[in-house]
């Protein structure tokens, strides 16, 4: 029998080890309980867009269960549902003691990029129409590729200064071609 | 309908525009569902909007090609980069990397190709088979029925879809809610448009489709730095002997039935399809055969299974109008921008509208088996193509596709919006996929709910009609299984 076996003790601390390392992986991420949260707040808007409309108040027109039954429904069910879900989550942090240190997918760090290529696209959007396609596509596109290609860690060489605009030009006038001459969408 | 098939088959058949297009479809399919990153529904929800100006039948010429196409181009990246194209592929690359690996990359391609075309065929037969008894069945489904028809459909695509079952239902009832939108039809009365008068017109499902799928898929690859880096397997030889095909062939039958049936049960999608097939397979051979080191018949049960779904999800999405999955969910809002409702109705009134769909997936299925052998070599170099030429172009494609659907810049602006609350929701869990199917059925189940009250009068007629109440004590149970799952799993003691 080994020592650990006969003292029992490194035994004990690896079963308590297991068992924290458990409770670590049982712990609900924080990003849980924004699901729960976005649905609640989702039911919440929703329920005071209907609540300010007269006509849309739970009521019977003859037969007709009337236009506000279903959206009420559907946001009651969500309302509960995300308050059920966030609850759910408190009492699993509350079980196992807190909230898991890393959150899974979601880090707010993580987050830059694609909120820039957001607001990049409503810059964009807003550019269509003073702008007009063409124009606005081709400053996205140039702007995009480049960042693009410094993301993916190449270096720059004198080559792409010629290259990674004309990659730009070529995929907005590529969609332009296609839309406004191949299937006659009268594009901005 | 078989009238309809052959004059319509024979006139795609002679007609070079039309040949030309299915080519092109099914063609753009590949490359694009053979791309890392780019999955079926994106290169649906991407490439819909060429559709617009098309005729309903051509569409689907076009689409279908699009569709098929992609499912069969994920296999190339899985088996060639280690990398699932699409979420069908994801078996695909257990047996089909290592066998690239070893330097028979292109068997591994050829065995995926016969095997994706045997499931194809499985699909189209089941199609033509299947899909006019369930057509002939839902003649006798009345409101009540479909009422509860779409109630069932969206528990079980939110049971369904990847990530937890609970959130899952909760993302159906929010895509319920935002069905709601806009102007109701009895009374026109508007719902939560929140003052913006372009939204009393509702939410239109291709710009939505664009943002859920292709935008925040876009999004969620930019988190990381991108990887430029692939180098494809090189293809050397092609062709495996004949003996070795037929000792495949009874796989690949046995995983087209399942893939077939899988893909009828909505919801139920490839990726579950090919984990059955494969299953399966292993199963039957596991003994005799290692799997997930380079065997053929790991490829062969995964890709049949895979395409054979096709054909299969397509069935209740034109007999009852409920997507089989993510891309027929997009699917059903291409038929509804060419005018078109999906239902047993479109068998009586559109028989050769069913007949395009049929002559679609059977050209499409021709097409990718005599095209792809002598292309094999031009797709394996298609992989190394800069990410950032693909990204960009897919945000422009975005763009202009959500814009061409009512020439409107606000459809732009919606597609942003749910791009990007699509990717949020999607990074704190929440399974994205279900709020499409809600805003696709949200609209046809109040319709019929409220017909029901209408005409009957009284909530009881749910329970005394037979189908309706068995379809409802099936939705209670789907949604019960979790908690009860839960709850047993609690109870035995450990």
Not at chain 1, 160 to 176: K, R, S
Not at chain 2, 159 to 182: K, N
Not at chain 2, 465 to 488: D, G, K, S
Request: aromatic content about 8%; proline content about 6%.
């Amino acid at each position: 029998m080994s020592r650990a076996g006969a003292t029992g003790k490194p035994a004990r601390r690896h079963k308590a080890g297991q068992a924290a390392g458990g409770d670590e992986e049982r712990r609900p991420a924080l990003a849980e309980l924004l699901a729960g949260g976005a649905f609640a707040g989702i039911a919440l808007v929703g329920m005071t867009s209907l609540a300010n409309n007269e006509y849309l108040e739970l009521g019977r027109t003859g037969s007709d269960p009337g236009p506000g039954f279903v959206p009420w429904i559907a946001l009651t069910v969500l309302l509960i549902g995300g308050v059920g879900h966030i609850l759910i989550v408190l009492r699993r942090a509350l079980v196992h003691g807190g909230f898991r240190a890393a959150d899974g997918g979601f880090s707010p760090a993580r987050l830059w990029m694609p909120g820039l290529m957001l607001l990049s696209l409503v810059a964009y959007q807003a550019a269509l129409r003073p702008f007009g396609f063409l124009s606005a596509s081709i400053a996205f596109a140039i702007v995009w590729v480049v960042i693009l290609h410094w993301r993916s860690g190449e270096g720059l060489c004198a080559r792409h200064v010629v290259q990674l605009p004309a990659e730009g030009v070529a995929l907005a006038v590529g969609v332009y071609l296609i839309f406004r001459h191949g299937i006659q969408v009268p594009l901005p | 309908m078989l009238t309809e098939f052959s004059t319509l088959a024979l006139e795609v058949l002679t007609s070079p525009w039309l040949l030309g297009l299915g080519v092109c479809a099914t063609l753009l399919g590949i490359i694009l569902g053979a791309l890392p990153g780019i999955s079926s529904t994106m290169t649906l929800a991407v490439l819909l909007p060429f559709s617009f100006s098309m005729s309903p039948h051509v569409a689907m010429i076009f689409l279908i090609g699009a569709f098929y196409g992609s499912v069969y181009g994920g296999s190339i990246s899985a088996i060639l980069l280690n990398i699932p194209g699409t979420p069908g592929s994801m078996v695909t690359q257990l047996d089909g990397y290592p066998m690239a690996r070893r330097g028979d990359a292109g068997q591994a391609l050829t065995y995926a190709l016969m095997a994706s075309t045997i499931g194809g065929l499985f699909g189209i037969v089941g199609l033509m088979l299947f899909a006019p008894i369930l057509a002939e069945a839902a003649f006798a489904f009345q409101s009540p029925e479909y009422a509860v028809i779409m109630v069932f459909g969206l528990s079980m695509l939110a049971y369904a879809s990847p990530g937890s079952t609970y959130l899952g239902i909760m993302s159906g009832i929010l895509g319920l809610a935002l069905g709601m939108v806009g102007l109701d039809v009895v009374t026109n009365l508007s719902r939560f448009d929140f003052g913006i008068h372009r939204l009393q017109g509702g939410i239109n499902i291709i710009p939505f489709a664009v943002g859920i799928f292709g935008l925040a898929e876009v999004l969620r690859l930019l988190e990381k730095p991108l990887d430029s880096d692939r180098s494809a397997s090189r293809i050397v030889s092609l062709w495996p002997s004949i003996g070795q095909i037929a000792a495949r062939f009874g796989t690949a039958i046995r995983s087209s039935a399942i893939g077939l049936l899988v893909g009828i049960i909505p919801a139920a999608g490839s990726a579950v399809a090919v984990s059955i097939s494969y299953a399966q397979e292993k199963k039957l051979f596991g003994k005799r055969e290692t799997f997930g080191d380079g065997n053929p018949r790991g490829i062969v049960a995964a890709e049949a299974g895979n395409n054979a779904c096709v054909g299969g999800a397509l069935i209740p999405l034109i007999t009852l109008g409920i997507p089989g999955d993510t891309m027929t969910a997009v699917l059903i809002g291409a038929l509804l921008v060419h005018g078109l409702r999906p239902g047993p109705d479109l068998f009586v009134e559109h028989p050769d509208f069913i007949a395009s769909i049929y002559v679609a997936l059977a050209l499409t299925v021709l097409v990718t088996f005599l095209l792809a052998l002598p292309l094999m070599r031009v797709f394996a170099r298609l992989l190394s193509v800069p990410p950032r030429i693909l990204h960009v172009g897919v945000l422009i494609l975005c763009v202009t596709g959500s814009y061409a659907v009512q020439n409107a810049l606000f459809d732009v602006l919606l597609m942003i919006f749910f791009g990007g609350a699509g990717y949020l929701l999607a990074k704190v869990g929440v399974p994205t996929a279900p709020i499409m199917f809600g805003l696709v059925l949200g609209p046809v189940l109040e319709e019929n709910l409220r017909r029901t009250m209408i005409v009957y009068g009284d909530w009881s007629v749910f329970l005394t009609r037979p189908i309706c109440a068995a379809m409802l004590a099936v939705t209670v149970l789907i949604i019960a299984f979790p908690l009860i799952t839960a709850l047993r799993q609690r109870l035995t003691p450990t």
